[in-house]
DNA sequence: CAAAACCGTGAAAGCGCTTTCAGAGGGAAG
DNA sequence: CTTCCCTCTGAAAGCGCTTTCACGGTTTTG
């Protein structure tokens, strides 16, 4: 019923070999012959099998993305659109698909061995929480797998990430500069490196100009916006407020706004206040918001492509790469001190 | 390497058609047969190549979700992760996996053949703008397809979805019973039906009123915050501005919202406001937004069981099945007249 | 000018599964 | 005691492709 390779073959008078040999580029062939090839594919708009391919080659040209998180969180920051919109560029680019791993996100169980199965040729994990069961798939899946930020636990894992220290470091470093001295800050999860190594960079900056880490100054949330208007309104209850706060994301440096402007509190006239991520919303927030930019879009084709990379070349040679992309201080409107 | 059907097949002493049987939950297999099958499984940790499985049955387990639209846009508004939690769902109970077919949404090709190659067994297409790409590549594909929201031009497409001109109409009707004459749209895109239906509930209800349907009044927006925030400004150069604004989305209202904010002017106080679809955020925005309340995640469970059922029948009928969920009418405050 | 290298091609052997078919055995029906 | 009909099982034939191998023919090399 559906047209197939040997009809392909035949109408082209070749053998099968031949006809696969066209499809897939391989040299070797006669000119003319690859010609008649393509014509027979074009008039029965031939296409090939996909799973019939996967089987006999054992490439599937489909990767994994797996963010571990539930999915309407996942779009509420666009944090993730813009990554995943990196990776669909480069593997658009090389004939790839994407298979978004929703059951990861929602309630299926999650991290099914598509990989074992042989349905993936490779994954690329992103925002990792290291709970049990992503370290349980990590240890039982054969494919190659690609993060973006590091695992801690999982030294041998290829990794894209940023500086996110330094780049903490620098942007607390301007605030001191404006002349902020009660610096408080939401940060990320904690057992995330991202959020971690920015709390990191706070405490570095804060360490060189001399000024203590005040354990009341520090609230976590999650990079959701909602926790950092919770988390804000925590800071908020304190004698006296911080005269400035670091967001770990933008995100949550708007739930911040609106929880100080909820209070009556001017941004930047009466309190200071910074995110990190620079998504495009952050230009946008009255007042502009100063922030960190972090190349997301980069970051998700840089992840892609190593992933790509490896899988191109069979060798199995565990290729651990790492790459570092850099961040930028962005200067706007949402922390100068007023004199 | 991997260990097959063969190894497994071998390790209980059965055949490998027996083995398949279990795997499959076949009849006709001795108990005691079953459990040793069972358990060499457990033991070896076994898990069916897909590719195989999909050649040799014809069937991938696989379906595609396919939204026309860039991925940012996609994830701007709650409507579609909402959506595709509820597909979701369904489909994780059925053991099915999820495509969110990427390069349709970015800048692949649009619309490959991945049903004709056997990768996708069906597809849920939803907010289909009624492009010459989706019209070729549902005269090519031959695979099952279900439509959240209807297609015109395509009536043979089991489709779901709510009544849109009966919600918007409920929703003007009582604008109109709060006292408001002058009341403005934000339409969606109107080469989408649910757009040109909403716009058709107004005009019933303007028209039922005695009210006329003023050009002026009525600006075409694609269902984003930010045509909501530029139809609005359109809006307030007239003389005099409308009383009332019936924006045909939520996010749309919202941008609209920010837009009277930006001219100084107060809701309800100075202009009603109302929405459509219920997202979260219109019970969180201040004032709290009358909407229309579409059941999202209903909307994708059923439009998954549409698919899923149609798939579990091999039956080749073409069942045109449709199904209209209620909308619902939400008062809240941005729409009270004040006396 | 023989040997080696290369090019272009087809036959055939799978890839790991599902599914049909046929058959053995046992119990119920005639 | 046949005949028929279940239940359970295995052999075998694919599903539609890729890839190895072998082989003739043509070039290049020493």
């Known amino acids: 019923m559906n047209i197939t390779l040997d009809d392909i073959a035949r109408r082209a008078g070749v053998s099968r070999a031949t006809a696969s040999r066209v499809i897939n580029n391989h040299p070797h ?11 027979a594919i074009r008039e029965t708009n031939y296409q090939p099998n996909l799973p019939a391919r996967s089987l006999a080659s054992r490439r599937s040209q489909v990767i994994g993305i797996i963010i571990p998180q539930p999915i309407h969180t996942l779009f509420a920051d666009p944090y993730f659109p813009l990554l995943i919109e990196g990776i669909a560029h480069v593997c658009n ?76 470091r620098m942007l607390v470093e301007h605030l001191i500069g404006q002349g902020y001295r009660r610096i408080a800050t939401i940060t990320g999860p904690m057992n995330i490196v991202a959020g971690r190594d ?34 804000m309104q925590t800071l908020l209850r304190l004698v006296p407020i911080p005269d400035a706060v670091f967001a770990a994301s933008d995100m ?47 970051l998700g084709q840089t992840a892609a492509r190593l992933l790509l990379d490896r899988l191109a070349t069979d060798s199995l040679a565990p290729v651990t790469q790492r790459v570092m992309l850099p961040t930028e201080l962005v200067i706007r409107d949402s922390c100068v001190r007023q004199r």
Do not use: C
């Open 252 to 298: 949550m440096a708007l739930g911040a706004l609106k929880a100080l402007r909820a209070a009556g509190l001017s941004v930047p006239g009466d309190i200071g206040l910074a995110g990190f991520d620079d998504i495009p919303l952050a230009a946008a927030m009255t007042p502009a918001l100063t922030t960190v930019r972090q190349p997301i879009g980069e």
């Open 93 to 168: 680019e090389r004939q790839f698909s994407i298979m978004l791993d929703l059951a990861t996100t929602t309630d299926g169980d999650p991290y099914r061995h598509l990989g074992r199965r042989g349905f993936l040729e490779g994954a690329i994990v992103a925002s990792a929480v290291e709970d049990q069961f992503l370290l349980q798939w990590l240890a039982q899946e054969t494919i190659p797998v690609v993060s973006v930020g590091r695992i801690t636990s999982q030294q041998a894992i290829p990794f894209v990430d940023v500086n996110n220290r330094h780049g903490a």
């Open 29 to 39: 062939v006669n000119p003319a012959v690859r010609e008649r090839v393509w014509q």
């Open 198 to 231: 920015r709390f990191a960079g706070y405490s570095d900056a804060l360490h060189a100009a001399g000024l203590p880490v005040m354990s009341e100054l520090v609230v976590e949330g999650n990079f959701s916006e909602q926790s950092g208007f919770t988390a």
